[in-house]
């Protein structure tokens, strides 16, 4: 079992004291372990050594219509429904670990900051996303005011169509 802690270290700087939080775990034999989780803009070293291309634009098509009703005169209802892709979708990747010896070289030399994890974003997926928003209300005038009552609902559904896998990646998890 891994239990998840947090490690506080006071560090002096120059008469002054920080706190700084860093993530932490209980290894097998029960020794506490610094833990820091490197997140890498894609134009790093270290990005680069894991084989992850420079961000593209995401692309997306949208299809989308909807109606609107007025069966009452103090009722209306709408309902649009929409069909999205996107591909080359950005997302941030799951964590690498030096556990895995295909990363730990490349994790290495960020072993004296404590960095045992990298992370990044990158265009590895293309989404399709479908979905309904419905809308009812009513009205009717309250006193010298008017009384509005909203009933709206979302219907959403986002499948993952393609997982992108870069070159680098794909050749460490063979």
Excluded: C, W
């Excluded at 006071?10 to 372990?33: H, L, W």
């Amino acid at each position: 079992m891994i239990l998840f802690l947090m490690l506080i270290h006071p560090i002096k700087i120059k008469e002054k004291s920080q706190v700084i939080f860093r993530p932490a775990y209980r290894s097998g034999n029960g020794d506490i372990v610094p833990n820091q989780v490197l997140t890498a803009n894609n134009k790093s070293s270290v990005t680069k050594a894991f084989g992850i291309a420079a961000l593209k634009e995401e692309t997306s098509v949208n299809f989308s219509g909807g109606f609107t009703a007025r069966p009452h005169p103090k009722f209306s209802i709408t309902a649009d429904a929409y069909f999205i892709t996107i591909d080359d979708r950005i997302v941030l990747t799951s964590r690498f670990t030096d556990g895995n010896p295909a990363f730990a070289s490349i994790l290495a030399p960020f072993k004296d900051a404590g960095v045992s994890q990298a992370q990044f974003f990158s265009n590895a997926v293309d989404t399709e996303t479908k979905g309904v928003d419905i809308v009812a209300a009513f009205f009717t005038p309250l006193g010298e005011g008017k009384l509005d009552i909203n009933l709206a609902a979302n219907f959403t559904d986002t499948e993952v169509t393609s997982i992108n896998v870069p070159s680098g990646l794909a050749r460490a998890r063979m």
